[in-house]
């Protein structure tokens, strides 16, 4: 009875962590807009799917989705537009600017995009 519930235990352990609502070694989108004040400046790795149809697109800007919730993400200079649809993972500064068109918000300055 003993090595059932251990084992019944490592089960439910091994699905527990499986089936987190991020990839390890990233924020979730929804964490970060939850204390997004706290985290700007600081470095944040993030997987979400690239929407680069947008009115800031010309900017080097895409939106980063995971759901229904989102960030924006700026392009460093080196790195191509990712393609629309494409899941990726970013890697960057949490930062806030105020955009004409977009108004006030936060967004990730990235330091590295990659397909996932």
């Known amino acids: 009875m ?27 989108i929804g964490d970060i ?3 997004a004040a706290e985290r700007i400046g600081q470095s944040v790795v993030v997987v979400g799917m690239a929407d680069t149809r947008t009115p800031l697109s010309s900017f080097r800007m895409f939106k980063l ?26 890697s960057g500064t949490l930062q806030q600017k105020e955009f004409n068109i977009i108004g006030k918000v936060y967004y990730i300055e990235s330091t590295k995009v990659a397909m996932e």
């Open 2 to 28: 003993k090595k059932l519930s251990m084992a019944v235990l490592g089960l439910w352990l091994l699905f527990s962590f499986g089936c987190s609502s991020a990839p390890p070694g990233t924020i979730s």
């Open 33 to 35: 807009q939850k204390n």
């Open 65 to 90: 989705y995971d759901g229904n919730l989102y960030l924006w993400v700026t392009l460093p200079q080196s790195a191509e537009e990712p393609p629309q649809g494409i899941s990726v993972r970013v």
